[in-house]
């Protein structure tokens, strides 16, 4: 079953991405388990060649309904091709509405698909390989319900 669930997301993810104009970079990374340890902190390397553009860098959560908060604290740190740090922050992810406990992302039974602009309009002053690393910044060490994470960068458009 969960061979089929994948084959299904990243032939969606295949078709989705070849419909969009302008986008640099996306990949996903499964989490074993469904569990985003503390340790766990997956990186993502993507190349800048055009430095005139501004991008949206986007991160990619899905989650099982079994994941107990209606929020996600994650904390990114974005390293630039000298390997200097370029920027570090902590977002706040809402994942379902606080109130009514509906989940906000796009899915279907239990598991669902978010998106968040977290680098809005983001200049990348020199051209090459860029790295996200992103580590889940809760007060739990393990994050049962995590399912995958990953990074998206598109052209912002003009």
Not at 66 to 83: M, R
Not at 97 to 119: C, M, N, V, W
Request: charged content about 25%; glycine content about 8%.
């Amino acid at each position: 079953m969960r061979r089929l669930f994948r084959l299904v997301s990243v032939s969606w993810g295949l078709l989705l991405a070849g419909c969009e104009s302008g986008e640099v970079y996306e990949k996903n990374t499964d989490l074993d388990d469904y569990v985003w340890a503390v340790r766990v902190k997956p990186g993502f390397d993507f190349t800048i060649q055009d430095t005139t553009q501004r991008y949206d860098v986007y991160f990619n959560i899905r989650n099982a309904s079994v994941y107990g908060y209606y929020n996600l604290y994650v904390k990114h740190t974005l390293t630039g091709p000298d390997g200097k740090p370029v920027s570090k922050l902590l977002h706040q992810m809402l994942l379902m509405d606080a109130r009514t406990g509906e989940p906000r992302g796009k899915g279907s039974g239990d598991i669902y698909d978010h998106q968040f602009l977290a680098l809005p309009r983001q200049r990348f002053r020199r051209p090459g390989t860029y790295k996200v690393v992103l580590e889940q910044y809760m007060r739990q060490d393990q994050l049962p319900g995590i399912m995958a994470v990953g990074v998206r960068v598109v052209q912002t458009p003009k």
